[in-house]
């Protein structure tokens, strides 16, 4: 079945296959509208025609839909398209339990495996109140997530509790080590089936073994069936007593002596971990195989000898029978696993009717349908429901199940939906992430987690809502809230030596603002950075400013300077009579007085001091440096013009003015 890069219910776009089971394949899915990754399980090709089996695919995904718990797989959406009928699912990153005992190679820590149990358990106590059970409790159906989440999968053989159907063992042969006795034998299984296994799980991660195991799985569920296991803290000392007795307790052949709830298992497992030591686990019924020191009331001997008799009797029927129990029962197994258990029953059953199918008529109409039957009527609850119409039935127990009959008599319970139930939207912005699970699960409504970064708010705290407070929606509807993860770090990298553009791309990429200086470095290369202000390596704010030195060698230019001294010194130009001739024939004229002319740069050295025409105009002077220097004219000491020249950008430049 080739099926990447396919769109599903114009949704879901194909992206791998990451699992196989017995009845479908799971591929890991991108959801375009919600825009996260998803699991989809999909009902193989040669099953596709085969009404049975897509009745039972069927019901495995009501069954899934129908709770929600932190220790289940969540299932979002159901569905066909075609010949493929798919289940959306919750993609969890994790290992399976059976996967880590296999690893580890022995007993797991029995703290570590006691709080995955309490998971385990917490999950199945929702899953039977919702009438749901799952019948196929084992190592490989629950995925420890990389936080160390145990969440509960695979639901392709629960089946609501009222089902009493009897399973044909060979369709389910491959989970038989971790069967309950009466799940091996074919018979009616319920929520103390489901403890049982979760036994036998506890029993593998603090022994690293199952309790047992043979050539066959025949063997092995004769074994479920017929003997005791050994005792855990026999296998690993290292079990506190109390968990040893939890899990014989969970494992007793008799459904009555066991754990009547997952809630009284739970409560047992929790008092273990404060108490592991202690003897509160009653198991004041249970003689186990090797037996425990019991007091013997006094009894005469006439009392002593009828004893000895019937006990002589017993053991002399058992060691001529025994042999004969064993191999009828392989035969029955044998019977069970090639013709199913339905034609077995029916040589040995009493007077049965058949179940009335009870769903989505209305209760009236199903209390009569029961009466017709020669059935009782039970207890009648009441449940909101999106899905049923109000007044009509949504579950029913026993269930319905085509060609099956129970005994006239048997007492059927059943649900009556009250339609769809409404809640309000709480107000979850500004509390933590669990605030707000609560919040919204006490709300009766699911929730779908976007982690994003803010500066604004703190890491763990609520940042938006998708949905309004205080909107009227349905119970159940999933409500989408953004959770702060701070402020986002980034890593300064390492620009040294790079060119200033590319080291300013690189920073600006990477998320830093950028700001930039220079320096003139003749030892390095030109245009090359030469220091950074924040160190390669470290963790900052995204968005933070770095400054960048780079390597400016600046090369030595030249200008042609021009003064005009005679406009720089205007009307401050001096003249003096100068008198020729002799006797009658002398001539006096003003002549101007020469002016000593200084020209400095950068205050350095002039580079022309000397007595000067003040009449002059064009006093040529090269000016030599590098960048911009600062160009100043003194006549006879005092300053009359300072001027700024970029030698790289300036060849000519006349002075003519006083500043």
Do not use: C
Request: glycine share 6%; aromatic share 6%; no cysteine.
């Amino acid at each position: 079945m080739d099926l990447e890069g396919r769109l599903l219910g114009n949704r879901y776009e194909i992206i791998e296959k990451i699992g196989n089971g017995g009845m479908a394949m799971v591929f890991k899915a991108k959801d375009q509208v919600l825009n996260r990754f998803v699991a989809i399980k999909i009902l193989r090709d040669e099953f596709t025609t085969d009404e049975e089996f897509i009745k039972r695919f069927s019901i495995e995904a009501q069954a899934a839909a129908s709770i929600t718990h932190p220790n289940i797989v969540s299932v979002f959406d159901v569905g066909n398209e075609g010949n493929l009928y798919f289940i959306v699912m919750e993609l969890i990153k994790g290992k399976t339990l059976k996967e880590i005992i296999i690893e580890e190679g022995g007993a797991l820590p029995w703290k570590w495996s006691t709080n995955i149990a309490i998971q385990i358990a917490s999950a199945l106590e929702t899953a039977h109140r919702n009438n749901i059970v799952h019948r196929d409790i084992k190592p490989h159906n629950i995925i420890i997530t990389e936080d160390g989440i145990a969440k509960v999968t695979d639901f392709g053989i629960a089946k609501a509790v009222s089902n009493s159907t009897i399973t044909a063992f060979g369709s389910t042969i491959g989970s038989v080590h971790y069967f309950s006795p009466e799940h091996a034998k074919g018979g009616y299984t319920d929520s103390k089936s489901d403890i049982y296994s979760l036994g036998v799980v506890m029993y593998e991660m603090l022994t690293g073994r199952v309790p047992f195991d043979a050539d066959t799985p025949v063997s092995v569920a004769l074994k479920h069936m017929q003997e005791e296991p050994v005792a855990p803290i026999e296998i690993n000392k290292k079990i506190p007593s109390s968990l040893n007795d939890i899990i014989l307790k969970a494992m007793r052949k008799d459904p009555t002596l066991r754990y009547q709830s997952a809630t009284e298992m739970l409560k047992d497992l929790n008092r273990a971990l404060k108490d592991p030591d202690g003897d509160f686990v009653d198991n004041s019924n249970y003689s186990p195989r090797d037996g425990a020191t019991r007091v013997i009331p006094t009894i005469n001997n006439e009392e002593i000898r009828s004893e000895r008799i019937q006990t002589e009797k017993k053991q002399s029927f058992l060691v001529r029978h025994s042999k004969l129990a064993v191999f009828l029962g392989i035969i029955i197994l044998f019977f069970l696993s090639i013709f199913g258990t339905n034609l077995f029953l029916k040589l040995t059953k009493p007077k049965e009717t058949a179940i009335p199918n009870l769903i989505g008529i209305t209760k009236e109409e199903a209390e009569k349908a029961i009466l017709d039957s020669n059935l009782v009527v039970g207890e009648v609850k009441e449940e909101f429901n999106t899905d049923v119409e109000k007044g009509n039935v949504i579950s029913q127990d026993p269930a319905y199940r085509e060609n099956y009959n129970i005994k006239e008599g048997t007492t059927i319970n059943y649900v009556v939906s009250l339609g769809v139930e409404e809640t309000t939207v709480p107000k979850v912005v500004g509390k933590t992430e669990q605030e707000a699970i609560q919040a919204l699960e006490e709300a009766k409504l699911k929730y779908e987690i976007k982690e994003e970064n803010s500066k604004k708010v703190e890491a763990g705290y609520v940042i938006e809502q998708e949905t309004d407070a205080d909107k009227t929606v349905n119970a159940g509807d999933t409500v989408v809230i953004h959770i702060s993860k701070g402020v986002k770090k980034i890593t300064v990298p390492s620009v040294l030596g790079k060119s200033e553009k590319n080291a300013t791309k690189e920073l600006k990429n990477a998320g830093f603002k950028v700001i930039t200086t220079t320096e003139e470095d003749t030892s390095k290369d030109n245009d090359k950075v030469l220091k950074q202000s924040i160190d390669a390596g470290t963790e900052v704010e995204d968005g933070s400013t770095i400054t960048i030195t780079v390597n400016n060698i600046v090369q030595t230019k030249t200008a042609n300077l021009t003064i005009n001294v005679k406009s720089i010194l205007g009307n401050d130009i001096v003249y003096e009579d100068v008198t020729t001739g002799e006797d009658e024939n002398v001539t006096t004229t003003k002549v101007p007085k020469n002016v000593r002319v200084k020209i400095i740069v950068n205050e350095e050295t002039p580079i022309y001091d000397k007595m000067t025409d003040p009449t002059m105009t064009n006093l040529a002077q090269p000016v030599t440096g590098k960048g911009t220097v600062t160009v100043k004219i003194l006549i006879d000491g005092i300053l009359y013009n300072t001027t700024q020249i970029n030698l790289a950008e300036t060849k000519k430049l006349t002075i003519d003015k006083r500043n």
